[in-house]
């Protein structure tokens, strides 16, 4: 029985440029899903399983950026975004929001058909199954790693990709100091190209969302100049 093709959704108002993606997704085995925008995409983004998304940033009816933020709220998937625009601070928002990877136009086809493959390749060993323990409590959390979640006083936070691995690593050792250095290094895909404010970004993240549940505690120390840790005593 020949395998199933992975479904990639591809969001881009230009037709040449989706053409060319489209096509070159199609050679490397992968099945690619057209649209020109936005609300297109958000339509159809729940008809079928969708293994990535590459997003425009400049969409004709919303960014791309905004986007990710929507079809994250529904699931949780690896994302590429694709930019005509050079600018740096597009490149850390992306980034910040949990983006997998930035292209710039122009690119190759054949390249970033290659960082589709890298992406999947890297997601889906970080979702495998493992036989370490279903929870495991520290303090108020506890982490599902089979599952990927991790629930704060008994209540099951919402995180990104990045969130979880960096909530999950400080949970696991209280009490420890991580630079951002080395934080980089354990919790994201290629640090070399990540920057180092993206920790902190992703650190402000979680902080709001564990005050959403409950503001008597602030469980994540800040080290000035240093890192981050987590409270070791409750």
């Known amino acids: 029985m ?18 060319m993606i489209s096509y070159a997704l199609s050679t490397e085995g992968f099945e690619p899903l057209w649209c020109a925008t936005g609300g297109e995409a958000q339509a159809r983004f729940e008809e079928r399983p969708i293994a990535l998304a590459i997003l425009d940033v400049g969409l004709p009816d919303i960014s791309g950026f905004e986007l990710f933020k929507k079809l994250r709220v529904i699931r949780d998937l690896p994302v590429i975004f694709l930019t005509a ?7 850390v928002l992306g980034l910040e929001l949990g983006a997998d990877d930035y292209v710039l136009k122009p ?85 070399d190209s990540s920057l180092e404010r993206t920790v902190d970004a992703h650190i402000k993240q979680l902080r709001s969302k564990l005050r959403a549940i409950t503001s008597q505690h602030d469980p994540i120390i800040t080290h ?11």
């Open 107 to 191: 690119f190759s086809p054949r390249e970033l058909s290659a960082r589709v493959k890298n992406v999947l390749r890297r997601t889906q060993a970080a979702v495998e199954i493992t036989s370490a323990p279903k929870s495991t409590p520290t303090g108020p959390f506890t982490v599902d790693a089979a599952r990927m979640l991790i629930t704060y006083f008994g209540k099951e936070l919402e995180l990104s990709r990045y969130e979880y691995k960096l909530l999950k690593l400080l949970s696991e050792h209280p009490g420890r100091v991580y630079t951002r250095e080395q934080l980089m290094a354990l919790v994201w895909d290629e640090p």
């Open 224 to 234: 000035r100049g240093t890192g981050y840790s987590l409270k070791e005593d409750w």
């Open 2 to 19: 020949p395998s199933v093709r992975q479904l990639i959704l591809i969001v881009e108002d230009e037709p040449a440029i989706a053409d």
């Open 85 to 91: 625009r050079a600018d740096e601070i597009d490149r």
